[in-house]
């Protein structure tokens, strides 16, 4: 695998999706799509670097190069797609730094208070909300910080079943090092092949064996950030009763706050067996009181996904065989861990799944899933080249509420777009799961507009409306970033708002941590 | 039960407990114990209450009673009792308010800002950390705010298997309420008969069922906190990445960021067996080894508690049959749920303890342990009356440190004892476990000496020095208060300090909330 991020789109070039005949007759039959969209620029000019040589000199490994400038531009959402492809650069970081220890990144924010750079932390460059987008204004230029020479693992507790990182490591190489010792770490986003530990703790990522592994905020036991004023560690036992728990503040502050400079996390042995299979239901209804039933009362799954009637219609749980799916509603259940467990589990699972409406579709859709889990983002270059525009978000909530979450927020999406002459269509699915409620994941896809930056936003704003009105999260794993901004303050409302800010002054009082990212 | 707490001891009165003739032989013979404690007062004079009328006037349902401001003085620490003896009353709150609505108690705190009096939450008065006790300097008076009569289920939702509770809701008292419904919290914590579910959300508090049901703050999915600057809410769902968790940032904040007036807490179904049994493992490391395995690899537990050598040759585990312990460790490991479902994994745990060393003991001892598990602090009243000093401490670490920490805060004790010709006996238990660590939790017991406040805090002060010095936690579920101060500065490190204060200014900018608790 290539593994250089491409500029203009996702992943590896050589793995670039190709849409068949079916796809394309129902982007044409279905959404109307007729013309081709923007295509990827071969190239696009960057204004000059505004860091004064005698700045950059004082940065260590930096780069200013046209190649490091683009391919730190923004991250990955549909949004930034379309600003690559309308030629818009004009967010592109003046230089790129590549620290290789919590004092080099000291040392850097030195520099950065002193001279005036807004500085963008940056793991594997796939946010999706707009997270590595720094306000220029009042700034003498902005610099991206790239972790990837922070890639090591420092140390390994086979007791303690704990694992210290530094933050640049990707998921696949993360599990290359733990597999050396017989462990994984179990956290598997779609953007896992890119995406670092930093970043998963930034954002409080969760991965698709969530149910079984835990979110990353879960899975982290100890951390570090390097700050504008200094160091701060937490975390001397797994749990603690001394005072708030700091970790959960720097979890989610999405580099506003510092730096991650060092996480230990939990770490499980590798499973002996991993046993995917699907179910279907009747209707998403159905369906979501099986899932709910297997969260509350076990077994315990790995993995647990459900996708509603148009998901499971469409195929998309399958993406190389979409537009080959089925009626009903398709719930996909894994389990990893020894042979006797995870037969004892897929048992009662079955016997629980059963008396509650599902019949078994056996293991052949589920080994589908996992085959091609990390190949949605491949796909949305092609739809974005053959002139769909394509999206995704996400929400949670408590189980009463998800019903209404999910009805109101799937016809704002279908208003929004209808409005615009092009009639979309919404997928939904339910990928994570808590005792207590789970989220709701939409993808949407229609034709493209005259301006489908305009015309996505209309619908994402709609959306978010709904969502807030029903009561749920404007984000479950996705981040705030940029975009989630005006929602997030309404959601932690003016004293959090305060909290944050004072947090912020406190550990950054010049303002140059991702300045115009996360607080509102 | 009497369910007013006896001011100058614990619980009720006419649940006091008497010393058998075995344990009387052993205070004599193993610790020298020869005269009779300090016996509790009859009655404490307090000095006249400093607040003036017309300032009482505005704070509603308010008592300046001499039985109300002796009932809320300081918390139930060994030393907090010692006082009491001593006849030091000096802390006790100029009034006792009892708000009855969130509206209320912001309207306290709006004339407590404006009358300059510091705020004392008071749930259950059960804190062992001082975490009652206000400065009284700068301030015109103590008012303690008792939450009794916020004591509701405001609702309940059986779908998300969610409760939403007023603070001031005792243990049992929340448990009845759920039982009607056929809900359980499954929280219960040694105080549980008295102490409350907003004392246990500030306090991050442990349940004695940790293992199965999870601490407090895992129990806790949303939560509203009224401030000297307003209302502040968290919590839309299970789990977002809305940035940092503020939940747990109000989790664990003691009442000085703001006074806890509702939380929305996890439950489950009443579980249709409870089924507890003992094993015995040859020394605590071998027992440290099977408990590690099984809270790593399962299966899950609900209880799980192992004693070392020490406390399983004194029998504590049964107050009722202090004395008549064995040899070896004693494990105690419980099972909730349904009965297939505790059949199953009890099997599965008797196999791997069997594995691992393990002899089984039966049920007796788990039924015993169970039957006395609220009981030990009425035993701790008859030994101070005997002449013996006797306090808990207790920390957490991951599996890693936990035997450095357990050899060093035990030989910490023992020194500092020795030293003040008291050696003591000290015993020691694990009692909440992680996969990545677990809690140690010491009971101290020695004959007191001429100063035996100054006794205790010098054990105190080298306890816990030495398990900061191993990388421990300074506590796992008692929370900071006034007590483990100096040790959480140091924990949190300046910048955590400088984090906490920043975040106090914000919410309590003119600093009535509990002042002298939990902020460096």
């Not at 500029?7 to 039959?29: E, K, N, V, Y």
Request: charged share 20%; proline share 7%.
């Amino acid at each position: 695998m290539n593994t250089t991020m491409r500029w203009g789109g996702w992943g590896d070039p050589d793995r670039a999706a190709t849409l068949s005949d079916s796809i394309r007759g129902l982007l044409g039959q279905a959404l109307g799509v007729e013309a081709p969209g923007a295509p990827i620029p071969a190239d696009l000019p960057l204004e000059p670097c505004r860091i004064p040589a005698d700045v950059l000199a004082l940065l260590g490994d930096v780069s200013t190069s046209h190649a490091d400038r683009l391919s730190h531009l923004r991250g990955k959402s549909t949004p930034d797609l379309l600003r690559i492809r309308s030629g818009d650069a004009a967010d592109a970081p003046d230089a790129v730094a590549r620290p290789d220890s919590h004092q080099g990144v000291l040392d850097l924010l030195a520099v950065a208070v002193e001279h005036r750079l807004a500085v963008v932390p940056f793991g594997g460059g796939t946010s999706v909300v707009g997270g590595l987008v720094a306000d220029r204004e009042g700034f003498a230029g902005v610099l991206a910080v790239d972790l990837s020479r922070m890639s090591r693992l420092v140390s390994l507790d086979p007791v303690s079943r704990t694992a210290t990182f530094e933050p640049g490591v990707r998921g696949p190489e993360a599990e290359r090092l733990l597999a050396e010792h017989g462990f994984t770490l179990g956290h598997f986003p779609q953007s896992f092949e890119y995406a670092t530990l930093g970043g998963f703790a930034a954002t409080r990522s969760s991965g698709q064996s969530s149910a079984g592994y835990g979110r990353f905020d879960e899975l982290v036991v100890a951390l570090r950030a390097a700050t504008p004023t200094g160091t701060i560690e937490a975390g001397r036992a797994p749990r603690s009763a001394a005072g708030p728990d700091l970790r959960q503040l720097l979890l989610g502050s999405e580099g506003a706050f510092g730096i991650l400079t060092e996480l230990t996390v939990r770490i499980r042995p590798v499973p002996e067996v991993r046993h995917y299979e699907a179910w279907t239901f009747e209707d998403f209804s159905e369906g979501t009181a099986a899932m709910r039933a297997v969260a509350q009362d076990g077994p315990a799954p790995t993995v647990l996904r459900l996708s509603d009637e148009y998901e499971t219609a469409i195929g998309l749980s399958r993406p190389g065989a979409l537009g080959s799916g089925a009626g009903g509603c398709q719930l996909l259940i894994g389990f990893e861990g020894t042979a006797d467990d995870v037969a004892a589990r897929q048992s009662l699972a079955a016997d629980r799944l059963r008396a509650l409406g599902g019949e078994p579709l056996g293991t052949g859709p589920g080994d589908a899933w996992a085959a091609g889990r990390f190949a949605a983002p491949y796909l949305r270059d092609a739809l974005l080249d053959a002139g769909a525009l394509v999206e995704t978000l996400e929400t949670a909530g408590f189980w009463s509420t998800l019903p209404t979450v999910y009805e109101t927020v799937r016809e704002a999406l279908v208003d929004a777009l209808v409005e615009q002459d092009t009639p979309p269509l919404v997928l939904c699915h339910i990928s994570h799961v808590y005792p207590t409620g789970a989220s709701l994941y939409f993808t949407v896809t229609a034709a493209q507009g005259p301006d489908p930056l305009a015309q996505w936003d209309a619908a994402k704003r709609a959306a978010s409306d709904a969502l807030a009105a029903a009561g749920a999260t404007i984000t479950h794993h996705h981040a705030i970033g940029r975009d989630h901004k005006p929602w997030y303050a309404d959601e932690v409302g003016p004293l959090g708002v305060a909290v944050l800010r004072a947090v912020k002054s406190t550990l950054d009082p010049t303002g140059i941590l991702n300045p115009g990212v996360l607080i509102p």
